[in-house]
């Protein structure tokens, strides 16, 4: 018997938590109310569209959002995108202040305070947009090769030749 319980909240277990996982729309992930939250605060980086689907500048943005999407997995970039549709889910719309569409806000795990994104609205801006926001603060390069490499991929490059001490 208390196995055939165990059995019954196993799989109500794992049927709840399908119904709230976000579906993926050609890469995109797809909020609505009874996943955002969970999703937003489980990730460390997620670029948030708020769309509507009658929208002629959402229309515009989808295919190179979706190339964006595929374009962050391939360049082994730590965020995603996803999308809500804002006269669906209309609490968050209001909850972030979105007054256009498509309205883009730029989540970094805390649910209370987005960025607003202000890059442009095709694959490469969007992808070097969340590349500036989520890319390590500095690199250490071993060898000559490498900071050559550096060099040329950056219009700006810092270098320190040294012994770096770290105290606890």
């Known amino acids: 018997m208390n196995k055939s319980i165990l059995l019954c909240l196993a799989i109500l277990a ?22 955002f939250s969970d999703f937003v605060s489980s990730k460390p980086f997620v670029l ?15 295919p190179e959002y979706v190339k964006a999407a595929k374009g962050l997995i391939d360049q082994n970039i730590n965020a995603v995108v996803a999308k809500v549709d804002a006269t ?27 960025i607003d994104y202000t890059g442009g609205r095709t694959e490469k801006d ?6 500036k926001r989520t ?7 071993a060898t000559a090769e490498e900071l050559t490499e550096l060099t040329t991929k950056n219009l700006l490059t810092i270098v320190y030749f040294g012994k770096i001490i770290l105290k606890n």
Not at 16 to 28: C, F, I, N, Q, S
Not at 135 to 141: G, L
């Open 126 to 131: 969007i992808i070097s947009w969340l590349k």
């Open 48 to 62: 948030v569209e708020f769309y509507a689907p009658w929208c002629g500048h959402c229309k515009n943005l989808a």
């Open 88 to 114: 669906v889910e209309k609490t968050f719309a209001e909850k972030y202040g979105v007054k256009g569409f498509p309205t883009l806000k730029f989540f970094t795990g805390d649910l209370s305070s987005p």
């Open 135 to 141: 890319a390590p603060i500095s690199n250490i390069v």
């Open 14 to 35: 794992v049927g709840t938590l399908a119904a709230t996982a976000p579906e993926l729309d050609e890469g995109v992930y797809v909020l609505t109310d009874a996943n």
